[in-house]
């Protein structure tokens, strides 16, 4: 950090917009503010376990699975809604980053992530680490099923009760909303 308190990070960070990700076990879907939905993609990599290098990401590595040559691998690096493979995750966080930013290498947005509501403290660490190292300037994580009734318009702050489930490829969240 320097004198005025900013770091190359933040500074990064004025030229990409927010992104939000539900960073989930059979998908993985990115939201940009004032875009909408920009990424919406399988949760697979395809790397190549000589070289270590990334083959293919997203639609591209599932169309992989069960054809690829013998030292190419797709792997899932999410179970259960965590991450099962980090450095693999970080990979893919990388490139659906990028991908919602055109390509472009220098962006660092704020980032909102989706978790689901049993994850452990290492795990929510797990997450955030990743983002870091995938570039983001800030990153927060919220719990999907409060991430699903804010997106669907529910009164989280009124007196009131709600009940939100939401249901994915390797989890389902059930919550119960209420406030007074």
């Not at 059979?26 to 376990?49: C, D, Q």
């Not at 997203?58 to 992989?64: D, F, L, Q, V």
């Not at 490829?169 to 209420?178: A, M």
Request: glycine share 8%.
């Amino acid at each position: 950090m320097n004198k005025n308190g900013y770091n190359m990070r933040s500074v990064f960070s004025l030229f990409s917009s927010d992104l939000a990700i539900d960073l989930g076990t059979a998908n993985t879907l990115v939201f940009s503010h004032g875009k909408g939905i920009v990424v919406n993609e399988p949760s697979i990599v395809a790397i190549n376990k000589a070289t270590g290098e990334v083959v293919a990401v997203g639609r591209e590595a599932k169309e992989m699975l069960g054809r690829t040559p013998g030292n190419v691998v797709a792997i899932k690096p999410m179970k259960d809604g965590v991450i099962a493979d980090f450095k693999v995750t970080e990979k893919m966080l990388t490139y659906f980053i990028q991908k919602a930013h055109n390509r472009r290498v220098l962006v660092h947005p704020r980032i909102v992530i989706g978790v689901p509501s049993e994850i452990t403290p290492v795990e929510k660490r797990a997450v955030q680490d990743s983002a870091y190292r995938a570039r983001a300037s800030e990153v927060y994580l919220v719990e999907q099923a409060m991430a699903a009734a804010i997106g669907a318009g529910l009164p989280i702050e009124e007196p009131s009760g709600n009940m939100v489930v939401d249901i994915g490829g390797g989890t389902t969240d059930i919550c119960l909303l209420y406030t007074s």
